[in-house]
Structure formats: C-alpha cells, structure tokens
C-alpha cells in the first residue's frame, strides 16, 4: 500500500479550536437532585405502566358474552349401557369428551385411568405427553397437597390454600377428565373399575370405569388403632387442626411440626397475649427412638437435638405413648435399673404421627391375587407392574406399593440364554467368571437397586466358588443371589420416592404409546412390552432436609451441612422450587413476605 494513502487529509488533521468559554460545570448538589428526580421520575413511569398493565390484563379476565351453548354429548354417555360382574353401567363415554377439540381427538385414544391425587399421580401427569392417551384421574378429593410445608401451615406461616394445587387444573394439561369419586373395586380379566360417587343428596351410585392401562396411586390411610383413650381429647384448645393429624404421617414432619410451633410462641406469641402467658407454654416431643430425626446422618441429629435444648424444646427419646386423657398424656420410659416406668405429661393440645394401614380398595386387589402376600402394601415388579394382574394393564406406586426384589427367584430366567447356548439344563450348569458377568449384567438390568451390590463381580465369584474350581454351580449362584436379595431394602414411603415413580412411568407410557403403531403393524400383542420399550424403575436418593426452628439441617448423601437463616432461605428455594405450580409459588412467595411484615395469623374461625 502506498504510504502516501495511510496520511488522512489536511482538513481531517486540523482541530477546530473555539474561543467560547466552558460550560459551567454544576453543583454536586444540583446533579444529585437532577438524578433523584430523574430516578424517580423513570421508577414511577415503570411501576405506573406495570399496574396498568395489570389492569388491562384483570379487565380482559371478566366476561359478559354468555359461556353457555349447546353441547354435543353422545348418547353413550348420557345412557351407557349395563354389564359386567355386578350389571352395573359402564361408563365408556364421559359427557365432556367432545367439549374441546383436544378431547375429541383423545376419546378414540387408549384409556388411561390413573387413581389418586398425590405426588406420585401429579408427576405422572405433569410428564405425560399430550393426546396419547384418554386420560381420567378418580379421586375422592380434588387438590394436590404440597406436605412437605404442612408443617408451616399449621401454625400460620403459610396458608393453607398456599399448599394445595387444584387437581383440575393439572388434569387440563393432558386434557384429561376428573371424577371425584372413590375406586371400589377392579375387574382384572374385564379391565373394569367399580366406582362409587355420592350425589348431592348423599346417596351413593356405583358404576364401572373401562381401561386399558390403570395407574394406583391411592396411598394410605391412617391408623389410631395403637393410641388407647379418646381421640377427642387430641385437639382440645383454640387449634383444632384435623387434617394436620392426616398429614404427619412421619416423624419428622412432626418435629418440623414443633419447630414451627416454637417459632410462633417466640416470635408471635409476645405481641397480641400477655407475655406471661408465653411462660406458660412448654413445647415437648416423645419420641420412640434414642434419636429425633433418625434417618438423617448423626450429626445431624445431635445438631436438632442441640438447637431444640437451646430452644427449651424438650426431647423425649426412647418413650412410649401409652394412653392420651383429657388433660395429660401417659407415656412410659426406662429407668436406669431397664425397668419400664409410666410418667405423665400435661396436655392442652397433642398432635401426633399417626401409623398407616393399606386402604380396603388395595386389600381387595390383594385378596384377588395369591401372589399378593405382602399385608401392607401391593407387590410390583420393578417395572412397577402388579404382580398378578395382566402383564403391562395395571401399575401400582407411591405408598400404596412396594417394589419387589426376588433376585433368586429369578435365578432360573437369568440362566436360560446361557443353558440354551450350550443345550443344558439351567440347573445343572456351571457358569465361568465371563458367564458371571454376562448374568450379572442381567441381574442389573432387570433389578437396578442391585446394582451398588453387584460392584465387585471378582470378589463375589470368588467368596461363592465353595470347592475353589473356577466355576459357580446352581447351588452357589443361588446362595450368592440370596445374600444380595437380603441386603435389599424396601423403598421409603416418601414424596421423593413417589414422585420419581410417577416421573418414570410416565416416561414409558409415552414410549409404549410411541411403539404401539409399529406394534400393531408388526401383530406385536403379547410378550415383554414395557421391558422391550423402556428399562426397569431405579429409585436414586436425592437427600433429606428437615426445618428446625430459624435453622435448616440438609443430609445429601455424602454432603451433609446444617446451619442458621442462611440454610433457612435454601430449604425454602429448594421447596420453592419444587412446588407444583407458578401459581402456588407466588401464593408461597406472598406468604412469607406476609409473616416478614405482619407476622403470623393468630385468628381462630
């Protein structure tokens, strides 16, 4: 390039210079309160646009225009026809199938009838994909209630509209249908759901619910047969919060429980009682077990108990409740001899950890199938399919079932590839340390919660080897399975555990509905189908946390912290989080400011 094209023009390197003195510079005065009125000249532009936006948006939400029309209905469902075991109607077609084109298009589809409203029925919801199935939802309530905060709500700290989600407006999502009705019984060969639904005049009519695929997510019901006395004598005070003794259903909620209730007499008490009365309250938890919180990492548990002493608390451990009367509670505790000794406690209010029995529908289903032997809860595989039902119609989660982890009674399935490879008998094999590792793999597949005792494959096969000849016979494969089924635990009865079944069966019905065109082309009916299109349910701890009292302790598996307002605001983003809808975390958000500014509600209605 030429050196005389990178000099600019003489007129480009002359700076004009002006004679003009300089502008005056201002007071810092005068700038600060140009900017202040500037700043709020902009935040008043803002919030005023904001509310008026909000007021065009509450303006376009009324309606004058009449929402009334006529319905297309079927005559299916306005007169169904009568059938099965008990001649009851069959309710094959619902009056709403044709409200909305997302209904028409689904009422052709697969009957999917998912029973109960809890975590387990809310998740499978929220992941199931849009028009592959004719949804409807059976429950004999119609919210879902968030329990992990119920705690908060029994003592004001959040209300408790702040903790249900109405299950409607969950259902909408997959354009499914509610009935709030109670499941009787079921029909296995017949695929038919007996329900029963009261009128506005009490009375009861049942009918029956087609299905293809029936999800059961019922629960528990609770049970005061242990606690002797009246139950009346329960709730005596100003506070008589009977759907708080549904929801505590676990010790720890229960100590949250007084935690919260401490909360309230320390911070809210003072200002609208007479402080004296505050000296006249005592908090006390009986506790059963040497430890509160129990489930959690020992330090843990020691940091709770330190914090409740601090807080005048009183820890009952190793004590028994033996009878609730009007005024006192009795309860037994050992000496320092070991000997058992019956103390009393005064009572004004007692609110407890209720136990829990299996619910008559799920009894009724257990009673139909011999496999059922198990008296607390329904037995599935670990693709969460009833065992007993036909294969791939009924699925069982949340409390009401327990997944079951017969590894050695497998042992036999786990072995027939390998016999028919080498055309023996699969009881008369000897299998190599490769072969080990190919029915391990399998092993795995089929049960995942065997996986973290399945790690060393070499130091297994080499404990089992008994007579040291570099093979396992039957015999010492079948003891090894059996040392791996003891080690199995049953899944905890938590919304954690509940949720993630909900979240996976979800995911495999949407594969089933994806693979079910090339299935029918295919004349693919019978066989393995959720095996074939979707691996086994494996249930993955993703930790605990507990509130106790203006601190929070968190036990994460290998990382377990506790701590003071700071662990406080990260419990709260962590349910925050996991609530079920935007709309129940503004309400949670709106509360919390709420105790902030005003402090508790300390009314009785």
Same mark, same amino acid.
């Given at each position: 390039?030429?050196?005389?094209?990178?000099?600019?023009?003489?007129?480009?390197?002359?700076?004009?210079?002006?004679? %003009?003195?300089? $502008?005056?510079?201002?007071?810092?005065?005068?700038?600060?309160?140009?900017?202040?009125?500037?700043?709020?000249?902009?935040?008043?532009?803002?919030?005023?646009?904001?509310?008026?936006?909000?007021?065009?948006?509450?303006?376009?939400?009324?309606?004058?225009?009449?929402?009334?029309?006529?319905?297309?209905?079927? #005559?299916?469902?306005?007169?169904?026809?009568?059938?099965?075991?008990?001649?009851?109607?069959?309710?094959?077609?619902?009056?709403?199938?044709?409200?909305?084109?997302?209904?028409?298009?689904?009422?052709?589809? $697969?009957?999917?009838?998912?029973?109960?409203?809890?975590?387990?029925?809310?998740?499978?919801?929220?992941?199931?994909?849009?028009?592959?199935?004719?949804?409807?939802?059976?429950?004999?309530?119609?919210?879902?209630?968030?329990?992990?905060?119920?705690?908060?709500?029994?003592?004001?700290?959040?209300?408790?509209?702040? /903790?249900?989600?109405?299950?409607?407006?969950?259902?909408? *999502?997959?354009?499914? +249908?509610?009935?709030?009705?109670?499941?009787?019984?079921?029909?296995?060969?017949?695929?038919?759901?007996?329900?029963?639904?009261?009128?506005?005049?009490?009375?009861?009519?049942?009918?029956?619910?087609?299905?293809?695929?029936?999800?059961?997510?019922?629960?528990?019901?609770?049970?005061?047969?242990?606690?002797?006395?009246?139950?009346?004598?329960?709730?005596?005070?100003?506070?008589?919060?009977?759907?708080?003794?549904?929801?505590?259903?676990?010790?720890?909620?229960?100590?949250?429980?007084? %935690?919260?209730?401490?909360?309230?007499? @320390?911070?809210?008490?003072?200002?609208?009682?007479?402080?004296?009365?505050? @000296?006249?309250?005592?908090? +006390?938890?009986?506790?059963?077990?040497?430890?509160?919180?129990?489930?959690?990492?020992?330090?843990?548990?020691?940091?709770?108990?330190?914090?409740?002493?601090?807080?005048?608390?009183?820890?009952?451990?190793?004590?028994?409740?033996?009878?609730?009367? $009007?005024?006192?509670?009795?309860?037994?505790?050992?000496?320092?001899?070991?000997?058992?000794?019956?103390?009393?406690? $005064?009572?004004?209010?007692?609110?407890?950890?209720?136990?829990?029995?299996?619910?008559?529908?799920?009894?009724?289903?257990?009673?139909?199938?011999?496999?059922?032997?198990?008296?607390?809860?329904?037995?599935?595989?670990?693709?969460?399919?009833?065992?007993?039902?036909?294969?791939?119609?009924?699925?069982?989660?949340?409390?009401?079932?327990?997944?079951? @982890?017969?590894?050695?009674?497998?042992?036999?399935?786990?072995?027939?590839?390998?016999?028919?490879?080498?055309?023996?008998?699969? #009881?008369?094999?000897?299998?190599?340390?490769?072969?080990?590792?190919?029915?391990?793999?399998?092993?795995?597949?089929?049960?995942?919660?065997?996986?973290?005792?399945?790690?060393?494959?070499?130091?297994?096969?080499?404990?089992?080897?008994?007579?040291?000849?570099?093979?396992?016979?039957?015999?010492?494969?079948?003891?090894?399975?059996?040392?791996?089924?003891?080690?199995?635990?049953?899944?905890? %009865?938590?919304?954690?555990?509940?949720?993630?079944?909900?979240?996976?069966?979800?995911?495999?019905?949407?594969?089933?509905?994806?693979?079910?065109?090339?299935?029918?082309?295919?004349?693919?009916?019978?066989?393995?189908?959720?095996?074939?299109?979707?691996?086994?349910?494996?249930?993955?701890?993703?930790?605990?946390?507990?509130?106790?009292?203006?601190?929070?302790?968190?036990?994460?598996?290998?990382?377990?912290?506790?701590?003071?307002?700071?662990?406080?605001?990260?419990?709260?983003?962590?349910?925050?989080?996991?609530?079920?809808?935007? *709309?129940?975390?503004?309400? /949670?958000?709106?509360?919390?400011?709420?105790?902030?500014?005003?402090?508790?509600?300390?009314?009785?209605?």
């Amino acid at each position: 390039m030429n050196q005389e094209q990178l000099v600019p023009p003489i007129d480009q390197r002359i700076r004009l210079i002006s004679s %003009a003195p300089l $502008p005056a510079r201002r007071s810092y005065a005068y700038r600060f309160i140009y900017r202040l009125f500037a700043f709020t000249g902009g935040f008043i532009l803002v919030v005023g646009g904001l509310v008026l936006a909000f007021f065009v948006y509450d303006a376009s939400t009324y309606r004058e225009d009449l929402t009334f029309t006529d319905i297309s209905v079927s #005559e299916e469902a306005l007169s169904p026809r009568i059938g099965g075991p008990k001649n009851l109607p069959i309710a094959e077609a619902l009056v709403d199938d044709d409200d909305c084109p997302g209904n028409t298009r689904s009422k052709n589809k $697969p009957k999917l009838v998912v029973l109960g409203s809890g975590w387990g029925s809310v998740a499978l919801l929220k992941q199931l994909n849009l028009d592959n199935y004719h949804v409807t939802v059976v429950s004999p309530v119609n919210y879902f209630l968030f329990t992990p905060m119920l705690p908060s709500g029994t003592v004001g700290t959040l209300e408790l509209r702040s /903790l249900v989600e109405p299950i409607r407006r969950i259902v909408q *999502r997959v354009q499914g +249908h509610f009935l709030r009705a109670e499941a009787v019984d079921v029909e296995l060969s017949e695929r038919l759901l007996e329900v029963a639904q009261t009128d506005a005049s009490g009375r009861k009519s049942h009918f029956y619910l087609p299905y293809d695929k029936l999800v059961v997510g019922v629960g528990k019901l609770n049970t005061t047969s242990y606690l002797l006395g009246s139950v009346a004598h329960a709730t005596r005070g100003d506070y008589k919060p009977s759907w708080c003794e549904r929801a505590s259903a676990n010790d720890d909620e229960l100590e949250q429980v007084a %935690a919260e209730l401490f909360d309230l007499l @320390n911070e809210d008490l003072g200002r609208a009682f007479p402080k004296l009365l505050r @000296n006249e309250v005592s908090v +006390h938890v009986i506790q059963s077990r040497g430890h509160i919180l129990n489930t959690y990492d020992e330090a843990l548990s020691k940091y709770a108990e330190n914090k409740f002493a601090h807080d005048q608390v009183e820890v009952l451990t190793n004590s028994r409740v033996k009878e609730v009367r $009007p005024d006192k509670i009795l309860f037994t505790q050992k000496d320092e001899k070991g000997e058992t000794v019956v103390k009393e406690l $005064p009572m004004g209010f007692c609110l407890w950890s209720t136990g829990v029995s299996q619910t008559d529908f799920c009894k009724r289903i257990a009673e139909k199938l011999e496999v059922q032997t198990n008296k607390h809860a329904l037995e599935t595989d670990p693709h969460l399919r009833l065992n007993g039902a036909p294969l791939g119609s009924v699925y069982a989660i949340g409390d009401c079932s327990t997944v079951q @982890n017969n590894v050695a009674d497998h042992l036999v399935s786990f072995l027939r590839t390998l016999a028919y490879e080498k055309g023996k008998d699969p #009881e008369k094999m000897h299998i190599t340390f490769k072969e080990w590792r190919a029915v391990a793999q399998r092993v795995k597949k089929r049960f995942p919660q065997a996986s973290d005792h399945l790690r060393r494959l070499d130091r297994l096969f080499e404990q089992y080897d008994r007579d040291k000849s570099g093979t396992l016979d039957f015999g010492e494969l079948h003891e090894l399975l059996l040392q791996i089924d003891s080690k199995l635990t049953s899944l905890p %009865a938590t919304a954690q555990r509940a949720h993630q079944q909900g979240q996976y069966l979800a995911k495999k019905l949407n594969k089933l509905a994806q693979a079910a065109p090339g299935m029918v082309a295919n004349e693919v009916a019978y066989g393995d189908l959720d095996d074939a299109v979707y691996r086994a349910f494996e249930y993955r701890h993703l930790g605990s946390l507990a509130y106790v009292g203006n601190s929070a302790v968190f036990d994460l598996g290998g990382m377990n912290f506790s701590g003071g307002l700071l662990a406080v605001y990260l419990w709260r983003s962590v349910y925050f989080a996991q609530s079920v809808s935007f *709309r129940t975390r503004v309400l /949670l958000a709106m509360d919390w400011t709420k105790r902030a500014m005003f402090g508790r509600d300390l009314m009785n209605f």
